[in-house]
Every structure is written in C-alpha cells, then in structure tokens.
C-alpha cells in the first residue's frame, strides 16, 4: 500500500495489531496504569447513554422494546471510539493485540498476563468512581428514573445465570474485536467510527455481554439500592463474562488476523515465490494504534521501519521469530550491522544493498570513490534515507590513502591502454557500448577530458575554473575537441 492510501490490506492490519501489542508490552507501570484508568472513565460514556435511553423510554418497553435496544446499540459505539482514538487501555481490545502477538512471538505470556490483569483491574476501578462520584453524587443517576432504569438492568443480567452470561460474552467480545480489526485498516476519523459504530451496534442490540460495558450498568444499579449484591455480580454478570470475553476474543484473534490473515497468506507468498515487501509502521508512537502500509523498494525501509520491542532502559532485545526486523537499534560492530541488513526477515532497500555489495566487493578504491559519488547521488534524490547513509557509511570499508591508490590505478589503466594502441575517449566510448560500466575507465575518460578542455582553454586566451563533471555525463568523442569556446564553456 502507499503510505497516503486510506485504507491498509487485512495483512497490513494484522501486522498492525502485533506493532501495537509490542508497543503496549513497552509501557511504564504508571503509563499503563494512567492509560487503563483513562480507558474506563471514556468507556463509560456508552454506558451512560445506553441508561439514559433505557429509564426515560419506560413508558414504550412493552411495545417498542426493539427500537429501544436500537436506540442503545447505535449510542454505544461513541466509548470505544473515544478510546480507540486516543489509545488507551481497554482490558477487552488488549485480547486481541496480545493474542496475535503472543502467538506471533512478538510478546512474552508474561507482558499479556500483566497488561490484561493491571487494564481489567484499574478499568474498573475508574469506572467505579465516575459511577460513585461523578454520577451518583451529582445526583444525576440518583433520580427516580435513573434508579429504576439501573435496577432493572442489573437484575435482567443476574437472572441470566453463569452459563448463559458466559455464553453471552464469546459473541460479545467477538464484535468488539472486530471493531478494533476493522478500524485499523482505515485511517480517516470518520470512518474509523463507522467501522466501530457496525460491530458495536449489533451485539449491543443484540443483548450480548461485554464486561466492561457492564461495569458502570451493574455498579450504578448496585449503588442505587439494587437487590443484586455485589457477591452475586461477581460470580453471576462479571467472572463469566469475563471468561466469555476471553474465549470470544481468542478465537476472533486466532482465527482471522493470526490464520488467514498472517499465516496463510506468508505460507502462501513462500510457496508460490510472491514478491516480497517491506513494510513499515507509520505510527510507531507509544498510546496510538499501529498502521503498517507497504514500502517499495525505492523507499525508506530501515529507517522509516520502526517495530520492535524495547525494556524500559534503552537496552534493545533480540528481534522474535516472524516479528519485524530491529531497526534503529544502536550497532557498536560489524556482526550488528549485518544482523540487521542480512537477517532473512528483512529485506534493505534495493539501492542501498546494491551499493552496499559492490562496495564490500571493490578491489579498488576508485570503485569505492566511485560507490560513494554514486551514494551521495541517491542521497539527494530521497532514494536513500539518512539512516541508510549513515549506516552505509559507518560500516562499509572506509577508503586509505585514497590519493595513491587513485593515481597507482590511473597509471596502470592509463599503460594498458596506451599498450593497446587506443586513446582514453575511445576506451570510455567502447566500454558504455558494451554494458561493461568500469568506473575507472569512466574517470580515466572525463580525466583525460579535461585535460583536453583545459588545455585548449588556456592556448585561446584565459584560465577557467574547471568543475567536477557529472557523473551521468556523456563522454566526449575525439572529433568534439575542436569546438568553439562557447561549447566548451557549456560542458564545462
């Protein structure tokens, strides 16, 4: 995909939730804890609209429960889009990231115990206070009808028993990873809405449990004198719910990202010997979900790539399996360098492993004078990023007393083709004929040119500044020595 694309393949939105996973097992105790806290304040904004529209609609239940639970399924959506966007911790989207990862080998089992435990508990406890505090002691759930409404919502969900709740939650949770799934393969605001708002809308209609959409409906109902107590919504709405969520979101992971999405596909690519690509996350920032799109070749692969995992200090791990490559990791030698540029994950841009190789296999330091023009050259045309330069430049064989080894080649060139009985020009002609493309005969060619120019310069009347030629220019013949001033001024 192009990086300004819209929307990414489902490939690319699988590689997104592995990015985003890595990046969540990278935060700080007291990022993840703030994040998983902010995620279930901005939740609960569903549960307070599907409240609202269920305790002043009393008086139409009895007929018109369907267009109620319309009414509910399409205001839902608005928590998860607000926590989607500003990507915070919700216990219910992290089963899916983690899965995929952990399966991928990206994550350890112990980043997705600690992130599933410490979101769950603190999605919680901040749902609890913005029931308890914001809307209970405002008096705003306190009414009449918002106690009601409440009530009636907590013991409609405890007469459901542990099995129908857990059932309940597999599609629940289903949907909302489906949410989060779809949503990564666009980038606009607003469709990013529309594809949560789908998913959403239907399983809330439907009457499917999510555990942390129940965390403000049960509480409420509870703090405004429910006959549930809270041992019964424990073991009756929450540990199944809870476990129902697990089991919907694991197989939502497995199934589609993880299988047809990841593995076959790259089963399919290897067996079939499909091109391959480079890809790149191009939100590689902590609290924002992953969007991966598909470099070509011409572009910035190594330093624009930014997915892998990294401890808390600024030591850097070893890339997983089937993960994406290290990059800017901080190389101290050569073994490091060629990890990175010959690891069979990974795949340099073309322009820079091609100069790298020649550079590596020079004999001569003409070739490598030659190499490095050539990468400047590239450098300034935006095929080669900057951190491609430097690595280039800091790892490939350096050049040593370039000057005599320059001269010591011109000379032993310059005595072949004098034994050969041909001049410089005719031998820079003859090898762009044949495709040989020597780069000493080639600055054997445009030195001996310039030689010529300058010399003929000097007999007309004054001295003029000589400038270093191009590299892509042509040579000039031997019958194009006897042109005007003017002429030689303009190829010089």
């Not at 008086?59 to 889009?81: A, D, K, R």
């Not at 555990?211 to 019964?232: M, R």
């Not at 939502?252 to 091109?275: G, N």
């Not at 007309?460 to 013949?477: A, N, R, T, W």
């Amino acid at each position: 995909m192009a990086d300004d694309n819209y929307f990414s393949t489902p490939h690319e939105a699988a590689l997104a939730l592995v990015a985003t996973a890595m990046k969540k097992a990278r935060l700080r105790p007291e990022m993840l804890v703030i994040s998983s806290i902010i995620a279930g304040m901005l939740f609960t904004v569903g549960g307070m609209l599907h409240l609202l529209t269920q305790a002043h609609l009393q008086g139409f239940m009895s007929e018109y429960m369907g267009i109620i639970n319309l009414l509910q399924g399409s205001v839902y959506p608005i928590g998860l889009f607000y926590v989607v966007v500003l990507g915070t911790e919700l216990f219910n989207s992290n089963v899916l990231f983690f899965t995929v990862a952990l399966i991928r080998g990206s994550v350890s089992i112990v980043d997705l115990i600690v992130n599933w435990v410490v979101s769950f508990v603190f999605n919680f406890a901040s749902t609890l206070f913005v029931c308890e505090v914001i809307c209970h002691l405002s008096g705003i759930t306190s009414t009449e009808t918002m106690r009601l409404g409440s009530i009636q919502i907590i013991e409609e969900k405890a007469s459901c028993g542990f099995v129908k709740t857990l059932l309940r939650g597999i599609p629940g949770n289903f949907f909302v990873c489906l949410a989060i799934y779809l949503q990564l393969m666009v980038k606009p605001l607003h469709v990013k809405f529309l594809m949560i708002f789908l998913p959403i809308f239907t399983f809330v209609t439907m009457g499917f449990t999510h555990v942390v959409a129940d965390f403000y409906l049960c509480l409420t109902g509870i703090i405004n004198g429910s006959s549930v107590s809270i041992g019964e919504y424990i073991w009756k709405i929450m540990i199944p719910a809870t476990i129902g969520n697990i089991i919907g979101g694991v197989f939502f992971a497995i199934a589609i990202p993880w299988y047809l999405h990841l593995y076959v596909v790259e089963q399919d690519r290897e067996r079939l010997d499909l091109p391959d690509y480079v890809e790149k996350d191009e939100q590689p920032y902590l609290s924002m979900d992953s969007r991966v799109v598909r470099v070509p070749e011409t572009r910035d692969s190594i330093g624009s790539t930014g997915l892998t995992r990294f401890k808390t200090t600024n030591s850097v791990r070893s890339t997983p399996k089937g993960v994406f490559p290290v990059v800017d990791m901080d190389c101290e030698g050569d073994d490091d360098i060629d990890q990175v540029l010959d690891a069979d994950q990974f795949k340099p841009s073309y322009n820079l492993k091609r100069m790298m190789t020649k550079r590596k296999n020079s004999n001569t330091d003409v070739e490598s004078k030659a190499g490095s023009f050539k990468l400047d050259k590239f450098a300034s045309r935006g095929t080669v990023s900057e951190r491609e330069l430097g690595l280039f430049r800091r790892f490939a064989p350096s050049r040593k007393n370039s000057h005599k080894s320059a001269s010591s080649e011109f000379e032993i060139l310059q005595q072949k083709v004098s034994q050969a009985g041909i001049t410089p020009a005719a031998a820079g002609a003859s090898d762009e004929i044949a495709g040989t493309d020597s780069n000493a005969i080639k600055m054997m060619a445009r030195s001996h040119r310039m030689n010529s120019n300058y010399s003929q310069q000097s007999r007309m009347s004054s001295s003029y500044h000589i400038d270093q030629l191009k590299e892509d220019e042509e040579p000039m013949s031997s019958n194009e020595t006897d042109s005007t001033e003017s002429n030689i001024r303009t190829r010089i």
